[in-house]
């Protein structure tokens, strides 16, 4: 019977079946007919789910849709075609919704190995280039990585000197530089000049396919998610049968029985969850927030932990102009106009930091003449007779000595992120770079307290000063530093095996597998790409962290309604089975009361479209 009428049919045949059978019994030679038409849909339409449900029960699997199989096997016994068909339509509709509401699984196994390095360039001993394929990299090997390019295997630098993002991998939101002898991860992107690799791990072994397989088996250990409505019917469910009984023991009618199980069939319950999911789910993509299936959303609302991502999450995930320090001689604009004038040509990060910085701080820029750019290193050139040079500790060091040591005395050797400034050989000041707090990143983390959330982790791969010093600034108990993509997951699942349920929020290919474990995970796409959003329960696509608590206020709204609609309809249903058992209601027009009482319920749940009422989105506001 399955393969006749697939599942997303039935709703659609049985109501063509009832429908067809109206139209005959209102013909006079025909009405005949119309009995054996409803039978003839109630077993091809009403069996498939009978024998689905009973296929469920052998599992183990106590489900909502016990009564509903009970209701369709007994009109078919009692030859009450269109109450079995009223049954039918209804239990096969709400789990169309459910389907519906469920949504497309998360593709972010596919999606990352689309994204991995899949191509190398091999040197042999002459000096040629030879393509092949990443996998067919060998330890030792000598792999030539050109600009752009992601770095194919680990490895280590034997040649060359660059700038290499690994934000994405390691949560360093500042780009490393590159040099003899620096190891540097699988899926980390080269910078602006070509860097000479030898392989110290096939690209199987390597980081980024270390990753791809957390997320793999970080989606295949989730534990499917037990419906809503089947919580309730484990109590709702003996409690008809209850009831059946007495009325059978009572009347010794079998119709009786029938009418209680119509009136008892958990529509309420089928539907209510589906139908405030499904409003749920519009009201938070109008405010760009997707949510992939109803299970994130159902679960986001029970969330008790909090784990953030740095870089890119709380974070800006650029470096930003930070403090500008000078020595004697000159000022901050002094120092901010000759820099800015050397890096306008530079196409490197940080150069495009000092530019942005000093024009966003009012400063115009002269134009710069005689600039010679050492990449990766620094810049230098003349600006209204002076030569500047602006550039890492070591570049600044080698063409004006004394200089480097004059500004870390200024500052008393504090270590941060630097471009040293000399002017004419002599000293002239520092730029320090931050990766900048989102602004609403505090109002975040409040916003969460007052909903309830009691326990805010930090987690991230840069350095434990950075993080510390951004979780002390944020108010954060709890920080993690110096993490590796299976360290965050450990922590993530540490806490899942105490019985919290975890939300992970982050940005960053790293954060995939971290995405993949917790109870619900949160992307940023303005950030992290298709990746990071494919292996998310939930994406924000505006560019405003602040959404989060958007998020997990939606949810607890909906869930809200759902859990009042199914009360109202079990309280409905309940009604009308003591009514039915006392044998004032016989079964098509029991059949015909669900129906109103459904029609109640989906009304009322309707309502989880619309924003939550005060005090709930106060917490948001």
Same mark, same amino acid.
């Given at each position: 019977?399955?393969?006749?009428?697939?599942?997303?049919?039935?709703?659609?045949?049985?109501?063509?079946?009832?429908?067809?059978?109206?139209?005959?019994?209102?013909?006079?030679?025909?009405?005949?007919?119309?009995?054996?038409?409803?039978?003839? /849909? +109630? @077993? =091809?339409?009403?069996?498939?789910?009978?024998?689905?449900? !009973?296929?469920?029960?052998?599992? %183990? $699997? &106590?489900? *909502?849709?016990?009564?509903?199989?009970?209701?369709?096997?007994?009109?078919?016994?009692?030859?009450?075609?269109?109450? /079995? +068909? @009223? =049954?039918?339509?209804?239990?096969?509709?709400?789990?169309? !919704?459910?389907?519906?509401?469920? %949504? $497309? &699984?998360? *593709?972010?196994?596919?999606?990352?190995?689309?994204?991995?390095?899949?191509?190398?360039?091999?040197?042999?001993?002459? /000096?040629? @280039?030879?393509?092949?394929?990443?996998?067919?990299?060998?330890?030792?090997?000598?792999?030539?990585?050109?600009?752009?390019?992601?770095?194919?295997?680990?490895?280590?630098?034997?040649?060359?000197?660059?700038?290499?993002?690994?934000?994405?991998?390691?949560?360093?939101?500042?780009?490393?530089?590159?040099?003899?002898?620096?190891?540097?991860?699988?899926?980390?992107?080269?910078?602006?000049?070509?860097?000479?690799?030898?392989?110290?791990?096939?690209?199987?072994?390597?980081?980024?396919?270390?990753?791809?397989?957390?997320?793999?088996?970080?989606?295949?250990?989730?534990?499917?998610?037990?419906?809503?409505?089947?919580?309730?019917?484990?109590?709702?469910?003996?409690?008809?049968?209850?009831?059946?009984?007495?009325?059978?023991?009572?009347?010794?009618?079998?119709?009786?029985?029938?009418?209680?199980?119509?009136?008892?069939?958990?529509?309420?319950?089928?539907?209510?969850?589906?139908?405030?999911?499904?409003?749920?789910?519009?009201?938070?993509?109008?405010?760009?927030?997707?949510?992939?299936?109803?299970?994130?959303?159902?679960?986001?609302?029970?969330?008790?932990?909090?784990?953030?991502?740095?870089?890119?999450?709380?974070?800006?995930?650029?470096?930003?102009?930070?403090?500008?320090?000078?020595?004697?001689?000159?000022?901050?604009?002094?120092?901010?106009?000759?820099?800015?004038?050397?890096?306008?040509?530079?196409?490197?990060?940080?150069?495009?930091?000092?530019?942005?910085?000093?024009?966003?701080?009012?400063?115009?820029?002269?134009?710069?003449?005689?600039?010679?750019?050492?990449?990766?290193?620094?810049?230098?050139?003349?600006?209204?007779?002076?030569?500047?040079?602006?550039?890492?500790?070591?570049?600044?060091?080698?063409?004006?000595?004394?200089?480097?040591?004059?500004?870390?005395?200024?500052?008393?050797?504090?270590?941060?992120?630097?471009?040293?400034?000399?002017?004419?050989?002599?000293?002239?000041?520092?730029?320090?770079?931050?990766?900048?707090?989102?602004?609403?990143?505090?109002?975040?983390?409040?916003?969460?307290?007052?909903?309830?959330?009691?326990?805010?982790?930090?987690?991230?791969?840069?350095?434990?000063?950075?993080?510390?010093?951004?979780?002390?600034?944020?108010?954060?108990?709890?920080?993690?530093?110096?993490?590796?993509?299976?360290?965050?997951?450990?922590?993530?699942?540490?806490?899942?095996?105490?019985?919290?349920?975890?939300?992970?929020?982050?940005?960053?290919?790293?954060?995939?597998?971290?995405?993949?474990?917790?109870?619900?995970?949160?992307?940023?796409?303005?950030?992290?790409?298709?990746?990071?959003?494919?292996?998310?329960?939930?994406?924000?696509?505006?560019?405003?962290?602040?959404?989060?608590?958007?998020?997990?206020?939606?949810?607890?709204?909906?869930?809200?309604?759902?859990?009042?609609?199914?009360?109202?309809?079990?309280?409905?249903?309940?009604?009308?089975?003591?009514?039915?058992?006392?044998?004032?209601?016989?079964?098509?027009?029991?059949?015909?009361?669900?129906?109103?009482?459904?029609?109640?319920?989906?009304?009322?749940?309707?309502?989880?479209?619309?924003?939550?009422?005060?005090?709930?989105?106060?917490?948001?506001?």
């Amino acid at each position: 019977m399955t393969r006749r009428i697939p599942p997303a049919l039935l709703p659609g045949a049985a109501l063509l079946f009832i429908l067809s059978g109206l139209f005959l019994r209102l013909q006079p030679d025909l009405s005949g007919w119309s009995r054996s038409l409803w039978m003839t /849909g +109630l @077993v =091809v339409t009403g069996l498939p789910v009978a024998v689905r449900t !009973l296929g469920g029960l052998l599992r %183990g $699997r &106590a489900a *909502a849709d016990v009564v509903a199989m009970l209701a369709i096997l007994a009109s078919i016994l009692l030859d009450e075609p269109l109450a /079995g +068909l @009223v =049954v039918v339509l209804m239990q096969t509709g709400g789990e169309a !919704l459910e389907r519906f509401a469920e %949504g $497309r &699984a998360s *593709a972010a196994v596919r999606a990352l190995e689309e994204a991995a390095p899949h191509e190398a360039h091999r040197l042999s001993a002459d /000096g040629a @280039v030879e393509d092949i394929a990443a996998e067919a990299v060998a330890i030792d090997d000598l792999l030539l990585v050109r600009p752009g390019e992601m770095v194919p295997c680990d490895g280590v630098v034997t040649e060359g000197s660059s700038h290499v993002d690994v934000s994405r991998l390691t949560g360093e939101p500042v780009p490393v530089h590159a040099a003899s002898g620096t190891r540097l991860p699988s899926g980390a992107v080269n910078g602006e000049s070509p860097l000479t690799l030898r392989t110290e791990a096939l690209a199987s072994q390597s980081l980024y396919a270390r990753i791809v397989e957390l997320v793999r088996s970080a989606q295949a250990s989730k534990a499917p998610l037990q419906r809503l409505a089947d919580r309730y019917a484990v109590w709702f469910t003996p409690l008809t049968l209850v009831v059946c009984l007495v009325a059978f023991l009572v009347s010794h009618d079998a119709r009786r029985v029938l009418a209680v199980l119509v009136v008892a069939t958990p529509c309420p319950l089928i539907l209510a969850t589906p139908v405030a999911i499904i409003g749920g789910l519009n009201r938070a993509a109008r405010r760009q927030i997707v949510i992939r299936n109803g299970s994130a959303l159902e679960q986001l609302g029970g969330v008790s932990v909090v784990m953030f991502d740095k870089t890119g999450t709380l974070t800006i995930g650029r470096p930003t102009l930070g403090r500008v320090v000078t020595v004697a001689g000159f000022t901050e604009d002094a120092v901010l106009t000759r820099a800015g004038a050397v890096e306008v040509g530079s196409g490197h990060l940080l150069a495009r930091s000092v530019v942005e910085g000093a024009r966003a701080r009012g400063v115009q820029l002269p134009t710069a003449t005689e600039i010679r750019e050492a990449p990766g290193e620094g810049v230098e050139g003349v600006v209204d007779g002076q030569r500047v040079m602006v550039g890492a500790r070591e570049y600044v060091r080698r063409h004006a000595p004394g200089a480097v040591q004059a500004l870390d005395a200024a500052d008393g050797g504090r270590a941060a992120l630097r471009a040293y400034v000399a002017v004419d050989g002599a000293p002239a000041g520092f730029l320090e770079f931050d990766d900048a707090v989102r602004p609403e990143t505090a109002p975040l983390l409040r916003q969460l307290q007052a909903l309830g959330i009691g326990r805010m982790a930090l987690l991230s791969g840069d350095r434990r000063e950075n993080v510390e010093a951004i979780g002390a600034a944020l108010g954060f108990t709890e920080t993690h530093a110096d993490l590796l993509p299976h360290e965050k997951v450990g922590l993530i699942r540490r806490a899942m095996d105490e019985g919290a349920g975890v939300l992970m929020v982050g940005d960053g290919i790293n954060d995939a597998p971290a995405l993949s474990t917790a109870t619900v995970g949160i992307a940023l796409a303005s950030h992290g790409g298709g990746i990071t959003a494919e292996a998310a329960d939930i994406v924000i696509l505006a560019d405003d962290i602040g959404r989060v608590a958007e998020a997990v206020e939606t949810s607890r709204w909906t869930m809200r309604i759902a859990r009042q609609s199914i009360w109202a309809g079990l309280g409905m249903s309940g009604a009308a089975m003591l009514v039915a058992a006392a044998g004032y209601i016989p079964p098509v027009a029991g059949a015909v009361l669900q129906e109103v009482i459904d029609v109640a319920v989906i009304l009322n749940a309707l309502r989880a479209a619309r924003p939550a009422p005060a005090p709930l989105s106060q917490a948001t506001a």
